[in-house]
């Protein structure tokens, strides 16, 4: 349902753009997020555009560096920049139609793409 293209491997402090587009929908009624997932870890929230106001949530360890968007299209962004090793990790997009809730816990999400790999070399 979801597909997630633009990851590669970079050095430390260049820039990448994620996007994630859907398979016969625009997924534009529903709260959009990015999470990521380093090996050996779980998978993390990294950025969100809600649905319920239509504003934009970063984690922390991001904010200031990604930013995510989406086109009229549907098409959502997830723009990297000053990436860091610990950046390192599969990234993947997802939707959910929930209007209360914690956005950033994964289980409130229905639609998942299969993963782009960011790979960030010191």
């Known amino acids: 349902r979801l597909a997630e293209s633009g990851g590669g491997s970079v050095q430390a402090g260049d820039s990448l753009r994620l996007s994630c587009s859907g398979s016969g929908r625009t997924f534009m009624g529903y709260t959009m997020a990015w999470f990521r997932q380093a090996p050996g870890k779980e998978r993390e929230f990294v950025a969100a555009l809600r649905k319920r106001d239509g504003n934009t949530a970063h984690a922390d360890s991001v904010k200031g560096r990604f930013t995510i968007s989406r086109d009229n299209e549907g098409t959502l962004f997830l723009q990297m920049n000053s990436l860091k090793p610990e950046d390192t990790a599969v990234y993947y997009c997802?939707?959910?139609?929930?209007?209360?809730?914690?956005?950033?816990?994964?289980?409130?999400?229905?639609?998942w793409g299969q993963g782009t790999q960011v790979t960030v070399f010191s």
């Open positions: 997802a939707a959910g139609a929930f209007l209360l809730g914690d956005f950033r816990a994964t289980r409130l999400y229905t639609y």
